[in-house]
């Protein structure tokens, strides 16, 4: 039966495995303060309804060879609703491209590219990005430091509007 909220307990779940998607039920369920049975119920349940996207691991992107990441700004034509949707699947499928966003402002869309150098963004960005269907103009940002990054969400904010 899908939640029409998240309760305060649903909201400690998430921050807990937000941190720590490896977290055992067991370990869920004592650092929640629920037997495991009940944990494990909800937890199927916040996977169910969606809340969960999934669950994965962090990389090290210098770590496997990927020392350069930008951040990439691209107009596209806005005379062809197939070529934004061409855009988009393009980019879905390019290993390159680590998240697309469509945004207001300048650009149309905002993408992280990561490579293993300079000579292989620039490879990504001429025979990849500029040969897309409808792409009018890239700006790219080089990422020279990390401040913050894969920040979890701000449930504290979320516990206190479902309420």
């Given at each position: 039966?899908?939640?029409?909220?998240?309760?305060?307990?649903?909201?400690?779940?998430?921050?807990?495995?937000?941190?720590?998607?490896?977290?055992?039920?067991?370990?869920?369920?004592?650092?929640?303060?629920?037997?495991?049975?009940?944990?494990?119920?909800?937890?199927?349940?916040?996977?169910?309804?969606?809340?969960?996207?999934?669950?994965?691991?962090?990389?090290?992107?210098?770590?496997?060879?990927?020392?350069?990441?930008?951040?990439?700004?691209?107009?596209?034509?806005?005379?062809?609703?197939?070529?934004?949707?061409?855009?988009?699947?393009?980019?879905?499928?390019?290993?390159?491209?680590?998240?697309?966003?469509?945004?207001?402002?300048?650009?149309?869309?905002?993408?992280?590219?990561?490579?293993?150098?300079?000579?292989?963004?620039?490879?990504?960005?001429?025979r990849d990005l500029l040969k897309t269907p409808g792409v009018?103009?890239?700006?790219?940002?080089?990422?020279?430091?990390?401040?913050?990054?894969?920040?979890?969400?701000?449930?504290?904010?979320?516990?206190?509007?479902?309420?």
């Amino acid at each position: 039966m899908p939640q029409s909220r998240l309760d305060a307990v649903d909201i400690r779940i998430l921050e807990a495995i937000q941190g720590n998607g490896r977290l055992s039920n067991v370990d869920l369920a004592n650092r929640i303060g629920l037997s495991p049975s009940a944990c494990l119920r909800r937890v199927q349940a916040l996977e169910t309804e969606g809340y969960v996207k999934g669950y994965s691991a962090q990389i090290n992107p210098k770590k496997v060879g990927l020392g350069v990441s930008a951040i990439v700004m691209v107009t596209v034509a806005q005379d062809n609703e197939g070529q934004t949707e061409a855009f988009r699947q393009r980019m879905i499928a390019l290993p390159e491209v680590m998240f697309c966003f469509s945004v207001t402002g300048v650009a149309d869309y905002v993408l992280r590219i990561v490579a293993p150098d300079l000579e292989a963004f620039e490879r990504f960005v001429v025979r990849d990005l500029l040969k897309t269907p409808g792409v009018k103009d890239v700006r790219s940002h080089f990422v020279i430091g990390t401040v913050k990054d894969n920040a979890g969400l701000p449930l504290t904010y979320a516990e206190a509007t479902h309420h």
